[in-house]
């Protein structure tokens, strides 16, 4: 590859990066909208949150077609290749977290006009700044190529996971204390997941982080265990290849 293209290749990789960093910041931006959308029973404020997710959308196909151009024209090895791969898979990671925190905004409109108890507003609360943390530290963990900081994701997530299974306690307990109506403690248990879920996706844009540094990710640990049962089988699985090479490779 010439300078001249080498250069254009790795002005094109960091727009790809810088792409992926605006809209994990993107999705940081959104949730405590939602949440104080759903929490005020505000509806404009909701249907602009849902409006803006289109610029989501949009982010996403953009990046879609950059890391295919990438890929058709520049040929990339090694790292390089890691890079884009993990840009790849990280789209529609991020871009479902945003339809999540979407789903919240919509569901200012189903259930509109309900007074919440202060102990489930405040696990709401807590939720929507756990969530929005994860999400702000693992766009830093991407930026930053923070292999420590990605895997830490994981166990910071417990603390949202802690929250959604005591928003499920609350909700039930409201529902036989008061006989609230079932489909508004549907409704409740619903955005305690879609919370839940925006943090699984946080923890898995920390656990790409590894594999554009090392190649790494977590199926390989299960991967490996099952080659190791089956090398004594008669049906021996060839070697498993990987994109964990090293910048010489290109």
Same mark, same amino acid.
């Given at each position: 590859?010439?300078?001249?293209?080498?250069?254009n290749? %790795? #002005? &094109?990789?960091?727009a790809?990066?810088?792409?992926?960093?605006?809209?994990?910041?993107?999705?940081?931006?959104?949730?405590?909208?939602?949440?104080?959308a759903?929490?005020?029973n &505000?509806?404009a404020?909701?249907?602009r949150?849902?409006?803006? *997710?289109?610029?989501l959308?949009?982010?996403?196909?953009?990046?879609?077609?950059?890391? #295919?151009?990438?890929?058709?024209?520049?040929?990339?090895?090694?790292? *390089?290749?890691? =890079?884009?791969?993990?840009?790849?898979?990280?789209?529609? !990671?991020?871009?479902?977290?945003?339809d999540? +925190?979407?789903?919240?905004?919509?569901?200012?409109?189903?259930?509109?006009?309900?007074?919440?108890?202060?102990?489930?507003? @405040?696990l709401?609360?807590?939720?929507?700044? !756990?969530?929005?943390?994860?999400?702000?530290?693992?766009?830093?963990?991407?930026?930053?190529?923070?292999?420590?900081? @990605?895997?830490?994701?994981?166990?910071? &997530?417990?603390?949202? *996971? !802690? %929250?959604?299974n *005591?928003?499920?306690?609350? +909700?039930?307990?409201? %529902?036989?204390?008061? =006989?609230?109506?079932?489909?508004?403690?549907?409704?409740?248990?619903?955005?305690?997941?879609?919370?839940?879920?925006?943090?699984? %996706?946080? +923890?898995? +844009?920390?656990?790409?982080?590894?594999?554009?540094?090392?190649?790494?990710?977590?199926?390989?640990?299960?991967?490996?265990?099952?080659?190791?049962?089956?090398?004594?089988?008669?049906?021996?699985?060839?070697?498993r290849?990987?994109?964990?090479?090293?910048? =010489? &490779?290109?």
């Open positions: 590859m010439s300078d001249m293209l080498r250069t290749f %790795h #002005t &094109d990789l960091d790809v990066r810088n792409e992926i960093v605006r809209m994990c910041a993107m999705v940081t931006e959104m949730i405590p909208r939602a949440t104080d759903f929490l005020n &505000d509806l404020a909701a249907q949150l849902i409006d803006d *997710d289109d610029e959308d949009a982010a996403a196909v953009n990046l879609d077609t950059m890391c #295919t151009q990438l890929l058709a024209l520049q040929q990339p090895m090694a790292t *390089d290749l890691r =890079e884009i791969v993990a840009a790849i898979r990280l789209n529609p !990671e991020i871009e479902r977290s945003g999540l +925190v979407t789903n919240i905004a919509k569901a200012t409109r189903r259930m509109f006009g309900t007074e919440y108890e202060p102990n489930i507003r @405040g709401i609360l807590k939720m929507s700044e !756990e969530a929005q943390r994860l999400f702000r530290l693992a766009g830093q963990a991407y930026a930053d190529r923070d292999v420590a900081l @990605g895997a830490a994701l994981d166990d910071i &997530d417990d603390r949202l *996971d !802690e %929250h959604a *005591d928003l499920m306690t609350a +909700v039930l307990n409201n %529902h036989k204390e008061n =006989e609230s109506d079932p489909q508004t403690s549907i409704q409740m248990a619903l955005i305690g997941r879609f919370y839940e879920r925006i943090g699984d %996706h946080a +923890v898995n +844009v920390g656990d790409w982080v590894r594999f554009v540094a090392e190649g790494w990710t977590p199926e390989q640990v299960g991967a490996d265990r099952a080659m190791k049962r089956r090398a004594g089988s008669p049906t021996h699985m060839p070697e290849t990987s994109l964990a090479g090293t910048d =010489e &490779d290109e």
